[in-house]
């Protein structure tokens, strides 16, 4: 028989909440010593956290786990019901480590005891809300990248918001409220459920397939298609306009060239397992974490892995367009941040980044100082250089003095319009006149700017809010001919972000590939630190 200290009542016997055994632990009356013992034990367990000690601090070592009120019972269980239910956001377990406060409790014996439990619940509360709120990683510390900024809440703040209102309707708004990661966490369920009886099935052969084409691939085509849930159940062994017309659909879902013909990559794309894809969400469900949870009634969404941009309102989409993002090379790949559109530029001048103009322009020049005559050479002042007047083989990258512009124009890298969120890494959408890239599947084409297949309706769209006729007043300013800064009376939030899952409006989840090859870093830096996919198959 379990022999309890004096000042832990009846209720301190275990109880079971949600399927936990918790050790109600509550001071009834404490003498003095009684309270000094635990101030001293709180303090002592707090020693080396200075935010959950200075917590104690401030309510003056008042228990908000392990007290007699009620209330201490309701976070208990609103805590450990949170916990039974990390590995459903794809966190860390072992962080929280839910079995071993179970233990911890169990095993109170003295006023020491009491206040050691105390505090370890409280950084069990901390250390969930922080990740499930803000991310288990820190982006920058995965790729460079990742810059976006996260917004992490005062760890204090944490123990206050649970000590304060309704443990549950706390614990539960933790996690972000947006039907993006409601439609992440569904389709996790799904996927572990899929996983757990084999996934999808056999896998295709790679070969190219068209229709007509019959035979023993075409039917493992054919079914693993049915179990995707492209198409209903058939018996047909040849590729026929229902394969067609599944074959069609999934590549539109993957952002592929919808042909009907499945091709190589088209293969490769239904090849990847289920468990691959749970992956993919898991990682989208951590950087869903790191976006901050106001995106703007108005926002421009950029998916980098989606070649697409995307004026947002209401949660609706109004604008979409194609887009080029950032080459594959180490200096050219598409940041991830967030920041905020000011302004827009009609006839822009393309200002050279220093970069372009030491690694590219100036070996050219070097050999021909009349080499890429469409750009004009402007000194410190902005003067033009006159191109036959300079040596350029005396520059090196590190103290070559001189700018380079180039005027508007229709021949302009920039387009005739560009859409500007200052900002450090110099990132902005605009036109451009390689209006073929545009066609390409695959369109990671640029220094890092992202480039807009229809940038007129992209601006008028922009400007809908604040003209009566957007388009007119448009083609007023670019008919001038001169450079024009034309300012958004609503300034407008801009995401630039990068995700392999997203999920539809109709329900369901499509996917893209990691063509930085940043997912994949992300769940490695994921799995090492604890986060697991379900113990099952495939």
Same mark, same amino acid.
């Given at each position: 028989?379990?022999?309890?200290?004096?000042?832990?009542?009846?209720?301190?016997?275990?109880?079971?909440?949600?399927?936990?055994?918790?050790?109600?632990?509550?001071?009834?009356?404490?003498?003095?010593?009684?309270?000094?013992?635990?101030?001293?034990?709180?303090?002592?367990?707090?020693?080396?956290?200075?935010?959950?000690?200075?917590?104690?601090? $401030?309510?003056?070592?008042? #228990?908000?786990? +392990? @007290?007699?009120?009620?209330?201490? /019972?309701?976070? *208990?269980?609103?805590? =450990?019901?949170?916990?039974?239910?990390?590995?459903?956001?794809?966190?860390?377990?072992?962080?929280?480590?839910?079995?071993?406060?179970?233990?911890?409790?169990?095993?109170?014996?003295?006023?020491?005891?009491?206040?050691?439990?105390?505090?370890?619940?409280?950084?069990?509360?901390?250390?969930?809300?922080?990740?499930?709120?803000?991310?288990?990683?820190?982006?920058?510390?995965?790729?460079?990248?990742?810059?976006?900024?996260?917004?992490?809440?005062?760890?204090?703040?944490?123990?206050?918001?649970?000590?304060?209102?309704?443990?549950?309707?706390?614990?539960?708004?933790?996690?972000?409220?947006?039907?993006?990661?409601?439609?992440?966490?569904?389709?996790?369920?799904?996927?572990?459920?899929?996983?757990?009886?084999?996934?999808?099935?056999?896998?295709?052969? $790679?070969?190219?397939?068209? #229709?007509?084409? +019959? @035979?023993?691939?075409?039917?493992? /085509?054919?079914? *693993?298609?049915?179990? =995707?849930?492209?198409?209903?159940?058939?018996?047909?062994?040849?590729?026929?306009?229902?394969?067609?017309?599944?074959?069609?659909?999934?590549?539109?879902?993957?952002?592929?060239?919808?042909?009907?013909?499945?091709?190589?990559?088209?293969?490769?794309?239904?090849?990847?397992?289920?468990?691959?894809?749970?992956?993919?969400?898991?990682?989208?469900?951590?950087?869903?974490?790191?976006?901050?949870?106001?995106?703007?009634?108005?926002?421009?969404?950029?998916?980098?892995?989606?070649?697409?941009?995307?004026?947002?309102?209401?949660?609706?989409?109004?604008?979409?367009?194609?887009?080029?993002?950032?080459?594959?090379?180490?200096?050219?790949?598409?940041?991830?941040?967030?920041?905020?559109?000011?302004?827009?530029?009609?006839?822009?001048?393309?200002?050279?980044?220093?970069?372009?103009?030491?690694?590219?322009?100036?070996?050219?020049?070097?050999?021909?100082?009349?080499?890429?005559?469409?750009?004009?050479?402007?000194?410190?002042?902005?003067?033009?250089?006159?191109?036959?007047?300079?040596?350029?083989?005396?520059?090196?990258?590190?103290?070559?003095?001189?700018?380079?512009?180039?005027?508007?124009?229709?021949?302009?890298?920039?387009?005739?319009?560009?859409?500007?969120?200052?900002?450090?890494?110099?990132?902005?959408?605009?036109?451009?006149?390689?209006?073929?890239?545009?066609?390409?599947?695959?369109?990671?084409?640029?220094?890092?700017?992202?480039?807009?297949?229809?940038?007129?309706?992209?601006?008028?769209?922009?400007?809908?809010?604040?003209?009566?006729?957007?388009?007119?007043?448009?083609?007023?300013?670019?008919?001038?001919?001169?450079?024009?800064?034309?300012?958004?009376?609503?300034?407008?939030?801009?995401?630039?972000?990068?995700?392999?899952?997203?999920?539809?409006?109709?329900?369901?989840?499509?996917?893209?590939?990691?063509?930085?090859?940043?997912?994949?870093?992300?769940?490695?830096?994921?799995?090492?630190?604890?986060?697991?996919?379900?113990?099952?198959?495939?």
């Amino acid at each position: 028989m379990t022999v309890l200290p004096n000042f832990i009542t009846k209720r301190a016997l275990p109880v079971c909440l949600a399927g936990f055994v918790l050790l109600s632990c509550m001071l009834s009356q404490p003498a003095t010593a009684q309270i000094t013992a635990f101030k001293q034990a709180i303090a002592e367990a707090a020693s080396d956290d200075s935010e959950v000690a200075a917590f104690y601090r $401030s309510n003056q070592y008042t #228990p908000i786990w +392990t @007290g007699s009120d009620p209330a201490d /019972l309701a976070r *208990r269980a609103a805590l =450990m019901r949170a916990l039974a239910g990390a590995a459903t956001h794809g966190l860390p377990e072992h962080r929280y480590d839910a079995a071993g406060l179970m233990a911890q409790m169990r095993e109170v014996r003295t006023t020491r005891d009491l206040g050691m439990v105390e505090v370890a619940l409280s950084q069990a509360l901390v250390a969930y809300a922080r990740d499930i709120q803000s991310g288990v990683l820190v982006p920058s510390k995965i790729d460079e990248g990742l810059a976006r900024k996260v917004t992490y809440t005062d760890r204090t703040d944490y123990l206050v918001g649970i000590s304060s209102g309704d443990p549950n309707v706390f614990m539960n708004g933790l996690a972000p409220q947006n039907r993006e990661y409601t439609g992440l966490m569904k389709q996790k369920l799904r996927l572990e459920r899929l996983v757990a009886h084999g996934g999808w099935g056999p896998k295709v052969p $790679s070969e190219k397939f068209k #229709p007509g084409q +019959t @035979g023993a691939s075409v039917v493992k /085509l054919r079914n *693993r298609l049915i179990s =995707m849930g492209y198409m209903g159940t058939s018996a047909t062994q040849t590729y026929d306009s229902d394969i067609q017309k599944a074959v069609q659909e999934f590549q539109l879902e993957h952002g592929l060239e919808a042909d009907g013909e499945a091709g190589k990559i088209t293969i490769n794309e239904i090849n990847v397992s289920a468990r691959a894809r749970l992956k993919s969400v898991i990682v989208a469900m951590e950087r869903e974490r790191w976006l901050r949870r106001d995106r703007g009634t108005r926002h421009v969404l950029v998916n980098l892995t989606d070649f697409s941009a995307a004026i947002v309102d209401d949660d609706k989409v109004t604008f979409r367009t194609r887009s080029v993002v950032g080459k594959n090379s180490h200096d050219r790949r598409s940041p991830e941040f967030s920041d905020t559109m000011e302004h827009m530029i009609i006839n822009p001048s393309w200002y050279v980044p220093r970069s372009i103009v030491t690694k590219e322009y100036l070996p050219q020049l070097q050999n021909n100082s009349a080499a890429a005559g469409h750009l004009i050479i402007t000194d410190g002042a902005g003067r033009q250089v006159d191109r036959a007047e300079v040596d350029f083989t005396q520059y090196s990258a590190r103290n070559f003095p001189f700018d380079m512009r180039q005027p508007p124009s229709t021949r302009n890298a920039l387009g005739l319009v560009k859409f500007m969120f200052p900002n450090k890494h110099n990132i902005y959408l605009h036109d451009t006149p390689e209006k073929h890239l545009f066609a390409r599947e695959s369109r990671a084409f640029s220094h890092g700017c992202i480039r807009l297949a229809q940038p007129f309706d992209f601006a008028y769209t922009l400007l809908a809010k604040q003209s009566d006729d957007p388009k007119a007043y448009f083609h007023r300013v670019l008919n001038t001919g001169q450079e024009t800064k034309v300012r958004l009376e609503q300034p407008i939030p801009v995401h630039l972000i990068y995700r392999t899952a997203i999920t539809m409006p109709r329900g369901g989840t499509a996917y893209r590939r990691d063509v930085y090859g940043r997912d994949a870093k992300i769940w490695s830096a994921l799995a090492e630190a604890g986060v697991v996919l379900s113990d099952v198959q495939g």
